[in-house]
C-alpha cells in the first residue's frame, strides 16, 4: 500500500426530508447565491424546498447551468457575484451544477487576471468562497469531493480543476429526488459511478486489499441495484443504494493507497468537447478499447474483477480478464448505453486526430498509472473503439 494523506471535510445529510437543513449550515448574515440548471427542479418540488429553507436569507438566483458546465454561462454568474457582493454558493443540481459552483468558488477569489487560467494552468485552489449543496442528480460524487471539470465550447475544451479549498461545507443527499429523474440520466449516473471506481481500481495489484474490497462493494452493489432502479425509480432503497454508491465513488476514500488511472476520462473528455456526447456515454465508450490495448498491465486486477465483481471462477488469467471486459461492456449495454463511437455520430473518425492534436499542444505525453499512454496510443486506443 502506497504512503497517503487522507481529509475530507464535507458535512453530509442524507435522507428524506433534510433540504430544510439548509437553513442551518449557512452562516446566519450570508447573502446566498442559489445556482441551479434547467429548471427541473421547479418542476419537481424541489425548488420550493429550498426557497423555503432560504426564507431567512437574502437570495439570489442563477439558473441555466448546462449539462456540461460552460465556461461563459459562468462568467455571467460571476459577475453576480461580484457587482451584488455574495458571500456563499448553494448548488442545488447534478454533477454540472455542483461543479459550475466549485469553479465560481474559485473564481470569485481568485487575483490573477485570466480565470480561464484556473483551469488551462491546472491552478490549485486553496480558499474559495464557501459553498453547499442540495444534490438532486446521482452520479458524479461531485458532492463530497473537491473536483471540477468546465467546459468551453467556444475552443472545444474541456479541464479538470480542485483543491483543498473546493469541498462542499454540506451536501443533503435526499434520495427522493430520483423519482423525478429521467431513466436516461440514471443510466449515465450508473456509468459514471461505475467508471470512477474503475479508474481507482483497475491498475495493477499493490496489496491494499480494503481499498479493493470497498471498490469491488461499490461495483457490486452498482450492478445489483441498476435493474431495480431502472425498473422502478420510486423504489426508496434503490433509491439509498444508487445515490450513496455514487457518492462513495468518488469522495477519495478508495483512491488512498493505491495507483490510479483516469485515462478513461481523460480521452473521454475530449469527445464530449468534440462531439458533445453525454460524459458517462464517452467512458463507455472508450473502456473497453482502454483495457484491451493495455491488456498486458491489467491483466492481474482485470482477472480479480471478474473473480470477486463478476463471479467467473474458471479460466485462466488472460480468459478471466478478457470476460471481465465484455461483463463490463455487457452491463453497459444493459442499460441502453452504446460502447461504439460510431453508434454515437457519423463524424467518428474525426476523434483520433483531434485528441492526438490536443494531448501534444498541451503536453499530456503520458497517460495512465505508469504515465506511459502516449498520444500515438491514445490514437490507438480511439481508433479500436469506432
Given at each position: ?11 453530509i ?13 449557512i ?109 438532486t ?14 467546459s ?8 479538470g ?5 473546493l469541498?462542499p ?60 432502479i ?12 444508487f445515490?450513496?454508491s ?15 488511472d ?21 467512458l ?5 478499447s ?11 486486477k ?50 483520433a ?34
Open positions: 500500500m502506497l504512503n497517503f494523506e487522507f481529509k475530507n471535510p464535507t458535512k445529510y442524507f435522507g428524506k426530508g433534510l433540504i430544510e437543513k439548509v437553513a442551518t449550515e452562516p446566519a448574515n450570508a447573502k446566498v447565491l442559489m445556482l441551479y440548471g434547467g429548471g427541473s427542479i421547479i418542476k419537481n418540488g424541489i425548488y420550493e424546498q429550498v426557497k423555503s429553507a432560504l426564507k431567512n436569507f437574502e437570495v439570489v438566483e442563477f439558473g441555466g447551468i448546462p449539462a456540461n458546465p460552460e465556461y461563459a454561462v459562468l462568467l455571467n454568474a460571476l459577475d453576480i457575484i461580484k457587482n451584488q457582493n455574495i458571500t456563499y454558493l448553494l448548488a442545488v443540481g447534478g454533477g454540472s451544477v455542483i461543479d459550475g459552483t466549485k469553479f465560481l468558488s474559485s473564481a470569485a477569489l481568485y487575483t490573477g487576471t485570466n480565470t480561464w487560467d484556473i483551469l488551462q494552468k491546472g491552478i490549485r485552489t486553496e480558499v474559495g468562497m464557501p459553498f453547499g449543496v442540495v444534490l442528480l446521482p452520479a458524479t460524487g461531485s458532492e463530497m469531493n473537491s473536483g471540477a471539470v468546465i468551453r465550447s467556444e475552443t472545444k475544451e474541456k479541464f480543476m480542485g483543491g483543498p479549498g469541498f461545507q454540506f451536501s443533503i443527499l435526499d434520495p427522493s429526488v430520483i423519482s423525478s429523474i429521467p431513466h436516461r440520466q440514471i443510466a449515465n449516473g450508473i456509468v459514471d459511478a461505475f467508471t470512477h471506481v474503475l479508474e481507482q481500481y483497475m491498475t495493477y495489484p499493490t496489496g491494499a486489499n480494503l481499498q479493493d474490497r470497498i471498490a469491488e462493494s461499490i461495483m457490486q452493489n452498482l450492478i445489483e441495484v441498476a435493474p431495480e431502472m425498473k422502478d425509480n420510486t423504489n426508496y432503497n434503490a433509491q439509498c443504494e445515490m450513496w455514487c457518492t462513495m465513488a468518488l469522495n477519495g476514500l478508495i483512491q488512498k493507497g493505491v495507483p490510479t483516469w485515462a478513461i476520462h481523460a480521452i473521454g473528455h475530449e469527445l464530449t468537447a468534440l462531439f458533445g456526447i453525454d460524459h458517462a456515454r464517452t463507455a465508450i472508450i473502456m473497453g482502454h483495457y484491451n490495448f493495455n491488456f498486458e498491465n491489467k491483466k492481474e482485470l482477472a480479480q474483477f471478474a473473480t470477486r465483481v463478476w463471479h467467473i471462477n474458471e479460466g485462466n488469467v488472460d480468459e478471466k480478464a478478457r470476460i471481465a471486459i465484455t461483463k463490463t461492456e455487457a452491463f453497459f449495454h444493459s442499460l441502453g448505453i452504446q460502447t461504439k463511437l460510431s453508434e454515437y455520430t457519423e463524424n467518428y473518425k474525426e476523434a486526430p483531434f485528441i492526438f492534436k490536443n494531448f501534444t499542444a498541451r503536453g499530456m505525453l503520458g497517460l495512465g498509472e505508469h504515465k506511459n499512454i502516449t498520444p500515438t496510443d491514445v490514437v490507438k486506443i480511439v481508433e479500436m473503439s469506432y
